[in-house]
């Protein structure tokens, strides 16, 4: 609309007054601070620093590289499925099934494999009936308008029983890919190093990452999270997308049931009860706003160090016991969404 | 006569009570002796007495979550806090000289009680003060609540030895269960609460429209209140009757997934997730529904692990009718045939 | 002046000054046009042609045979109360809603649209009347998205910045195109919101209330970027209930009311005070009775028998500080258009919103209200103009609607035996008329009368000593209308007091012992209803300051008690309204 660069010179409208230098910065960073899109995130930065600082200070061999790269090799299933959590909360969703969808994923790669299929089938399978999964999912919230805690739910409850159905007991995979995969440890020099799978997770997050911020399909993820009805409106594609984050999810699942699978070396259909607890939790307090619209993947991504990062001070007190893990869980989430609370009710 | 049929189909409550009687017909196919109510050593035995019986911490925590539904809210917290009851119990019981005298016990339950009560106000100041969306205020007590229970028994499992307290679980009065006494006296308790006073009127007219109830001058904030605690504490009593079945605090296992169990019974019993209209009697039959189902699984012999397959088949079946998709569909197909019927008498 | 002033709408323009449609279709015979004048004659083509529209909600007849058409470069104005289908028009126009009957014509084509992405690629661009836009993303992006410029599949932020930096230059506006849009304004996101609907190259460009959180110096920004659109043949439709601005920017406007069509007008040729009548409309009188009963009754206006007495009482953004005294037994009607702060006040009065200046007397008392609680413990009760959201509780039973505010009264472990719930109910379902009478019935299964009823009756359950009635006559037929009024003033003859509101002056008129006027959020006149005339409050309504002497004159005719209030102070509409975030 190069035509309307004519008008007339008239005093531009002041949206901003000036401000001298130093006071700018200072108004930037308050501004960074309370912006319901940057505040949470920096506080989670903060306070992952702010963890690790006091465990090196108060542990031994904490201050170390190799723990910081620990925490991703732990995690690397729960980077993976945060990313997929963090898609579906970020259009106002949730998603219940993910823990119970690794369970399966694990045991349907721990059973095939024992009847001697090959890698190169199982995962790709995996990956697919998991997404199909997701796809019904979505097109039951989407369709139907059953609610997302509802829909997730009966998946969760499918995938669970189905993990039964395969087996009731735990079985143990010796497929020699998977066994080195599990064990092969890539080394970064200086005694560090990390494994496959923390690759994996790493490339899942730059995906993300790219999807998110730079396509079309991003952009309608965040829209439809701060309303649903500007987006059509718009005229972005709503209900594709409100299905393909849950298609998204699935297949993070799935991914992350195969990391476990890397992890453990085994399937058993009572792994990973309570993770999407975990996941829901990583995203929440990387600063993604429960209701929609807010949020980073990176910020799951930290979400999930400073989980790993408590977890892994407990386990250097030796005197806590692994339950306090729960309560402090349960405590940054009640700090996060309070202060979610805080920074959308000034916005407004 | 096809006007009778028309409305008893229309009945809310017509769908879940043709499951229930399915269910109890599949059961009397594979089993003839079902509905068989004997009395052995003056206590009431037989397969619908242990529906009743299994099914009765799921009623009771079923009941407290349906009001907590009717004003648009859901409390996932509910498992946590049997487990805390249980737990508070446990170790009150275990930590006094005489853990079989009655005023032990008596205590103990009361503690629990309280207990529970205080995190029933938290939920509620949380939902109903902070505004706090209530799936993620009782997320934070779900995701808390197991470590704090952990916290009390100390990560162990406590057995307790006292009849008293064992009583409570397995124990019979005039032949009946005490725990399907203890459900029938919630399930009155609610009942005449919320329909003799105007509570459950304030309770749905908060739950279809809040701002006409705010301007009727109805005080909605109190109420939330009262309903979260209503709902921890009916939570508190599941938690009790749970553990004292097994005289055993399981801070992990106690009330694992049961408030899925619960929210199912609720959805199925016609009480819609998005608020209003609730039915006690409703819920009773969805609790029924979901007791009989996992009793059927067993009787008919699959293995008992599958029954959460069952449950996902049930919850998505009782979505998808209840969708209003569904509902445009089914209408537009009658509307279609009446067409067609009117043709056909036109040509007649 | 464009060229677009053409000979054809010289053409149309009847001896009364007002343009005659000619509809290819039969008219009601009331329609006395010239009916010569033939589509083909017209020079210039419609580019938008809508005919014989109706969409049916259910319940409601939103629109019922409207035609409707815009010229390019011209900015047409819609106009109309609550409820008299503009918002319901335009999203036919823009493919939100399907149309139930008519044809819908762009440019010569007919189309039909199934969604606003389909409309805005035909050249339909909509600024909605509630920023439809997104707080979380940037400036850049909510001006873009839908068609953002990309590269190798990946969006261009770079290209993207600069593109919107462009279109906001063009709009005088000097904002990071990477900023947040929820760190603006509103006023700032409306404009952010033109750039959008700019960016396409539109043949339409429809401004749904775009002005309502301006202030003057962005209203004339605006204003300067309608003419240059208009002058590149752009369509324009400009709705707004501030008269001054659609008299200093629009060619034409069209007139709806309830639904139907009242006429297409040029606005050169229609005085403010006729536009106004025909968007308010003139009902025949069922009950003149009433008129003559309701002047002959006295009502002592010293201040001891005030049941409320408002003083300088308002809200930012919603109302100016405001008098209001109402007598016990006294009937009050509040006129003004729609946005003229006359449901503003009034919810004030309610315990609805809180005010944030000024007193108020209840009973010789001093009150807050904080709550609509308070307000009913002290005996006032408001009735919403907003039935479904405000008013009933769709899924509850005709009895558990009525007493629902006496039983929040007594608090709920109080609860009103089941048999005096059934009298009263009963009482009420005769009394009122309330069909059907069954008190189990759903309410939300109730004709809108009948709703209606259910609510007066809920109101009157708690014998209030104020009742404040929010245009209770809207959108119901006329028998249940002239039962509302009836009672109305039996209530009055028994001592209640009344705050009425209505767009119907005729019904202020008849029902109402004083007649307060707003206009653009001010209280501009309190006048006793003695020989007042539907003209005179008319004038009151439509004229801006300029004209206030003409009002004065008006009032003064009609035998008015006071002087026009304020008048001075109103000067210039917009300066008040510069509030942001005004809208709840």
């Known amino acids: 609309m190069t035509k309307l660069l004519d008008a007339p010179q008239q005093p531009k409208l002041p949206v901003r007054p000036s401000m001298p230098p130093a006071r700018r910065l200072g108004a930037t960073i308050r501004n960074l601070m309370t912006s319901p899109k940057y505040g949470p995130v920096i506080v989670t930065a903060v306070l992952f620093i702010a963890v690790f600082v006091i465990g090196g200070v108060r542990y031994r061999g904490f201050f170390s590289g190799q723990v910081f790269l620990n925490l991703l090799v732990d995690n690397s299933y729960l980077i993976v499925l945060a990313v997929g959590m963090t898609f579906v909360i970020l259009t106002g969703g949730i998603d219940l099934s993910v823990g119970a969808v690794v369970a399966l994923s694990g045991m349907i790669a721990a059973s095939l494999l024992q009847t001697g299929w090959s890698p190169s089938v199982v995962i790709p399978l995996l990956l697919v009936l998991t997404s199909v999964l997701g796809l019904l999912v979505g097109l039951m919230i989407h369709v139907f308008k059953v609610q997302p805690f509802i829909a997730t739910l009966a998946a969760m409850f499918l995938a669970r029983g189905l993990c039964y159905m395969v087996s009731q007991s735990s079985i143990s995979i010796t497929d020699p890919v998977f066994v080195s995969l599990a064990q092969t440890r890539i080394p970064l020099g200086g005694n560090l190093s990390i494994t496959p799978s923390v690759i994996i997770a790493l490339i899942v997050v730059a995906i993300a990452v790219w999807v998110l911020h730079s396509t079309r399909f991003g952009r309608t993820v965040y829209a439809i999270g701060a309303g649903e009805q500007s987006g059509l409106l718009m005229g972005l594609p709503v209900a594709r997308t409100k299905v393909l984050v849950y298609v998204i999810s699935g297949f993070c699942s799935g991914l992350a049931g195969v990391l476990f699978t890397f992890y453990t070396l085994s399937g058993y259909p009572l792994t990973a009860i309570g993770t999407e607890l975990d996941a829901i939790a990583a995203v929440v307090i990387g600063g993604t706003l429960l209701t929609g619209g807010y949020g980073f993947v990176l910020g799951s991504v930290l979400g999930v160090l400073v989980l790993g990062v408590i977890q892994t001070i407990i386990t250097f007190e030796g005197t806590l016991s692994s339950w306090w893990t729960r309560i402090f869980i349960g405590a940054l989430l009640l700090v996060f969404i309070i202060l979610q609370k805080v920074l959308t009710a000034r916005r407004r | 006569m096809s006007a009778l049929f028309a409305r008893v189909v229309a009945h809310r409550l017509f769908w879940p009570v043709v499951m229930l009687l399915v269910l109890f017909l599949i059961n009397l196919i594979a089993f003839p002796g079902f509905f068989t109510v004997t009395i052995r050593d003056g206590h009431l035995f037989g397969s619908l007495i242990d529906i009743l019986r299994n099914g009765a911490p799921t009623l009771i925590i079923a009941i407290g979550m349906t009001l907590v539904i009717a004003t648009r809210g859901i409390d996932l917290s509910v498992g946590a806090v049997c487990a805390i009851s249980g737990a508070v119990a446990c170790s009150i019981i275990l930590g006094s000289s005489e853990p079989g005298s009655l005023s032990t016990v008596a205590v103990a339950v009361a503690v629990a009680l309280l207990i529970a009560l205080v995190l029933g106000v938290w939920n509620g100041f949380l939902v109903a003060v902070v505004g706090v969306q209530p799936i993620i205020a009782t997320l934070i007590l779900m995701t808390a609540g197991r470590g704090i229970a952990m916290l009390i028994t100390e990560g162990q499992i406590l057995t307790v030895n006292s009849p008293p307290f064992k009583f409570l679980g397995s124990g019979f009065w005039l032949g009946v269960p005490i725990a399907v006494l203890i459900a029938a006296v919630v399930f009155a308790v609610a009942a005449l609460v919320t329909r003799r006073t105007a509570l459950g009127m304030f309770i749905e007219s908060v739950g279809i429209n809040p701002e006409a109830s705010r301007q009727a001058g109805v005080r909605a904030r109190g109420l939330l209140v009262v309903v979260y605690t209503f709902s921890a504490f009916c939570a508190a009593i599941a938690g009790l009757i749970l553990t004292a079945n097994t005289a055993a605090a399981d801070a992990n296992n106690t009330g694992l997934f049961i408030e899925l169990d619960a929210i199912l019974a609720v959805v199925i019993g016609g009480t819609s997730l998005a608020g209003g209209r609730y039915s006690l009697v409703g819920t009773l039959v969805g609790a029924l529904v979901i007791q009989t189902l996992v009793t059927t699984v067993y009787t008919v012999g699959i293995p008992p692990i599958a029954t959460m397959v069952f449950k996902a088949a049930v919850v998505t079946a009782v979505c998808l009718l209840q969708s209003p998709t569904t509902a445009e569909a089914l209408r537009g197909f009658r509307e279609r045939l009446a067409v067609r019927a009117g043709k056909g008498i036109a040509a007649s | ?584």
């Open chain 3, 1 to 584: 002046m464009p060229r677009t002033r053409t000979p054809y709408s010289q053409n149309r323009v009847g001896p009364g000054g007002r343009i005659r449609r000619r509809m290819p279709r039969d008219r009601p015979a009331d329609d006395s046009m010239e009916s010569t004048v033939t589509n083909h004659t017209d020079p210039p083509t419609a580019v938008v042609e809508m005919r014989g529209i109706s969409i049916t909600f259910p319940g409601v007849k939103a629109l019922d045979d409207v035609d409707f058409r815009m010229f390019p470069g011209e900015v047409h104005s819609l106009m109309g109360e609550n409820g008299a289908g503009k918002s319901t028009l335009i999203k036919a126009l823009t493919g939100v809603y399907g149309i139930d009957a008519g044809t819908i014509t762009l440019a010569g084509d007919q189309v039909s649209f199934s969604g606003p992405a389909q409309a805005q690629a035909a050249g339909i661009s909509t600024v909605y009347q509630e920023v439809h836009l997104l707080p979380n993303l940037s400036v850049a992006e909510n001006i873009m998205l839908g068609r953002e410029p990309r590269r190798f599949g990946s969006i261009d932020w770079r290209a993207m910045r600069r593109r919107s930096a462009q279109l906001l230059a063009g709009l005088n506006l000097d904002i990071d195109p990477g900023s947040l849009l929820g760190d603006h304004s509103l006023a700032v996101q409306q404009l952010i919101a033109i750039a959008r609907a700019i960016d396409v190259q539109a043949k339409v460009l429809i401004l749904d209330e775009p002005t309502s959180s301006l202030d003057t110096d962005e209203v004339a920004e605006l204003f300067r970027v309608i003419r240059s659109l208009k002058e590149q043949g752009v369509a324009i439709l400009f709705v707004s209930h501030f008269l001054d601005q659609v008299y200093e920017i629009c060619d034409r406007l069209t007139v709806l009311r309830n639904g139907k069509l009242v006429g297409e007008y040029l606005t050169e040729e229609l005085l403010r005070i006729d536009l106004v009548q025909k968007m308010i409309g003139k009902e025949l009188t069922t009950l003149d009775d009433l008129e003559q009963r309701a002047r002959s009754v006295v009502v002592d206006e010293s201040d001891a028998s005030n049941f409320v007495n408002a003083a300088r009482l308002g809200r930012r953004g919603a109302i100016n500080p405001a008098d209001l005294p109402i007598a016990v037994g006294e009937v009050v009607g509040l006129a003004g258009l729609l946005g003229s702060g006359r449901t503003e006040l009034a919810r004030l009065l309610g315990g609805i919103d809180r005010a944030d200046s000024g007193e108020l007397t209840i009973r010789g008392k001093a009150t807050k209200l904080r709550t609509p609680r308070q307000a009913i413990s002290n005996r006032i009760a408001f009735s919403s103009e907003n039935r479904r959201d405000e008013g009933i509780v769709g899924d509850l039973t005709v009895r558990d609607n009525i007493v629902l505010a006496l039983q929040a009264d007594r608090g709920w472990f109080r609860p009103i035996p089941k048999k005096r719930q059934d009298e009263l109910t009963q009482s009420y379902i005769q009394a009122l008329h309330i069909r059907p009478g069954n008190p189990d019935a759903l309410v939300r299964n109730l004709s809108g009368g009948n709703q209606q009823k259910v609510l007066l009756a809920r109101w009157l359950a708690i014998a209030p000593g104020l009742l404040i009635l929010d245009e209770p006559t809207r959108g119901i037929d006329i028998g249940a209308k002239a039962e509302i009024q009836k009672l109305v003033f039996n209530l009055a003859e028994n001592g209640m007091s009344v705050l009425f509101i209505s767009a119907e002056l005729e019904e202020v008129l008849r029902l109402s012992h004083r007649v307060v006027v707003l206009r653009d959020r001010h209280v501009v006149a309190d006048l006793e209803n003695d020989g007042l005339t539907v003209d005179a409050l008319l004038a009151l309504i439509a004229d801006g300051s300029v004209e206030a002497d003409d009002a004065d004159a008006a009032s003064g005719t009609s035998g008015a008690r006071d002087a026009v209030l304020g008048a001075s102070e109103t000067s210039d509409p917009l300066t008040i309204d510069n509030v942001p975030g005004g809208r709840r």
